[in-house]
T-cell receptor, first 112, second 112 residues
Framework: DQQVKQNSPSLSVQEGRISILNCDYT??????FLWYKKYPAEGPTFLIS?????DKNEDGRFTVFLNKSAKHLSLHIVPSQPGDSAVYFC???????????FGTGTRLTIIP | DAGVTQSPTHLIKTRGQQVTLRCSPK?????VSWYQQALGQGPQFIFQ???????QRGNFPDRFSGHQFPNYSSELNVNALLLGDSALYLC???????????FGPGTRLTVT
């Protein structure tokens, strides 16, 4: 049972444009969501997170939006840069669990 | 400030053998979690260690075991290796109770 889903395996975006990566979840107990970025031959790097008490969190070029009623979150990257090309994983957790549940990832390619 | 380190980087084993993977957490972190990432999938939680004890475990058989040392470093042991155990094994460290986990570069295990 895939509790965290990333339905787009890949996404290509022109440099300078907005990249939008989507993630859906089924477990209503999840109360914290994280995005990780992964380059080849490296471990996932923490990017940005959001608590379920918020609907938006911003950090520089990265913004995460959470729609609890739809059990949906998205990561916006504006403007997209070539160094953003990587695999992005959405992950979820619930208080006291500390056991991240990951999606299958979306490969983002920024076209110069 | 050293991040999470793992050794070895790559490992090739034969079906039925046993393997030990090692992890040193980020400085100051006291909790270590292990994840398995199969090709094309997101990381899957194996187990978590704190104060040298297993705190919780994912859906993995008893062939997977671990240990945490007084200096917070950790080992993952897999017995009776199967071809399906071929994967990238990721170690993550954190403070107890924190949602954000910081990952090492992983150990690529190939079982032939």
């Amino acid at each position: 049972d895939q509790q965290v889903k990333q339905n787009s395996p890949s996404l290509s975006v022109q440099e300078g444009r907005i990249s939008i990566l989507n993630c859906d979840y089924t477990n209503s107990m999840f109360d914290y969501f994280l995005w990780y970025k992964k380059y080849p031959a490296e471990g996932p790097t923490f990017l940005i997170s959001i608590s379920s008490i918020k609907d938006k969190n911003e950090d520089g070029r990265f913004t995460v939006f959470l729609n609890k009623s739809a059990k949906h979150l998205s990561l916006h990257i504006v403007p997209s840069q070539p160094g953003d090309s990587a695999v992005y994983f959405c992950a979820a957790d619930n208080f006291g669990n500390e056991k991240l549940t990951f999606g299958t990832g979306t490969r983002l390619t920024i076209i110069p | 400030d050293a991040g999470v380190t793992q050794s070895p980087t790559h490992l090739i084993k034969t079906r039925g053998q046993q393997v030990t993977l090692r992890c040193s957490p980020k400085s100051g972190h006291d909790t270590v979690s292990w994840y398995q990432q199969a090709l094309g999938q997101g990381p899957q939680f194996i187990f978590q260690y704190y104060e040298e004890e297993e705190r919780q475990r994912g859906n993995f058989p008893d062939r997977f075991s671990g240990h945490q040392f007084p200096n917070y470093s950790s080992e993952l042991n897999v017995n009776a290796l199967l071809l399906g155990d071929s994967a990238l094994y990721l170690c993550a460290s954190s403070f107890l109770g924190a949602y954000e986990q910081y990952f090492g570069p992983g150990t690529r295990l190939t079982v032939t």
